[in-house]
């Protein structure tokens, strides 16, 4: 089955020291992954893709990510975190079940400290 | 440009109640999709639809309908509400189906 993993519930970084945020997939052929943060009482907001090429993905708001195939892991990373980055972000895998979905992970809640 | 937008923004119903979401998109995406989100399980795709007129099941379909009628909107509804229903709903739309999904603020619904 094609799947997302999130290991961490809740990430704790102090503002200024950078982060990491962690995504494990499994998916049968080439995997296209994606991360989406969710501020509170709002929807999800696209911050990058990885479908092809470079294994270092830039995003929005200064993230990146970084595809590591044989590790099967697409970890969201930021040089230096900001206290408003705290949010729920989201890993997310295309998946082919007679239609192109996006099968989601459940999760992992930034929190950044002043 | 408005985006997703969602209505309403909360509601409550009684147990076996029926009531419409409404999901409008002002993007002119083909694809627009229904997600519901719960504690500790990131988000599940209940029904989507591939361009106006048409609909489809997804992973969490028993309990829904969903109607495409005009492009732009795209409704879910619940003909007998239950409280395993209690969630927040997200709508979502794409240009196609390998493009990134842009989601609306959300609907928080609560069954009691």
């Known amino acids: 089955a094609q799947s997302v993993a999130q290991p961490e519930d809740q990430v704790n970084v102090a503002e200024g020291n950078p982060l990491t945020v962690k995504c494990t997939y499994s998916v049968s052929g080439n995997p296209y992954l994606f991360w989406y943060v969710q501020y509170p009482n709002r929807g999800l907001q696209f911050l990058l893709k990885?479908?092809?090429?470079?294994?270092l993905v830039k995003g929005s708001y200064g993230f990146e990510a970084e595809f590591n195939k044989s590790q099967t892991s697409f970890h969201l990373k930021k040089p230096s975190a900001l206290v408003s980055d705290s949010a729920l972000y989201f890993c997310?895998?295309?998946?082919?079940?007679?239609?192109?979905?996006?099968?989601f992970g459940t999760g992992t809640r930034l929190l950044v400290s002043p | 440009n408005a985006g997703v937008t969602q209505t309403p923004k909360f509601r409550v119903l009684k147990t076996g109640q029926s009531m419409t979401l409404l999901c409008a998109q002002d993007?002119?995406?083909?694809?627009m999709y229904w997600y519901r989100q719960d504690p500790g399980m990131g988000l599940r795709l209940i029904h989507y639809s591939v361009g106006e007129g048409t609909t489809a099941k997804g992973e969490v379909p028993d309990g829904y309908n969903v109607s495409r009628l005009k492009k732009q909107n795209f409704l879910l509804g619940l003909e007998s509400a239950a409280p395993s229903q209690t969630s927040v709903y997200f709508c979502?739309?794409?240009?196609?189906?390998?493009?990134?999904?842009?989601f609306g603020p959300g609907t928080r619904l609560t069954v009691l």
């Open positions: 993007m002119n995406h083909e694809y």
């Open positions: 979502a739309s794409s240009p196609g189906q390998y493009n990134e999904q842009f």
């Open positions: 997310a895998v295309r998946a082919y079940t007679g239609f192109q979905k996006l099968v």
């Open positions: 990885y479908i092809t090429g470079d294994n």
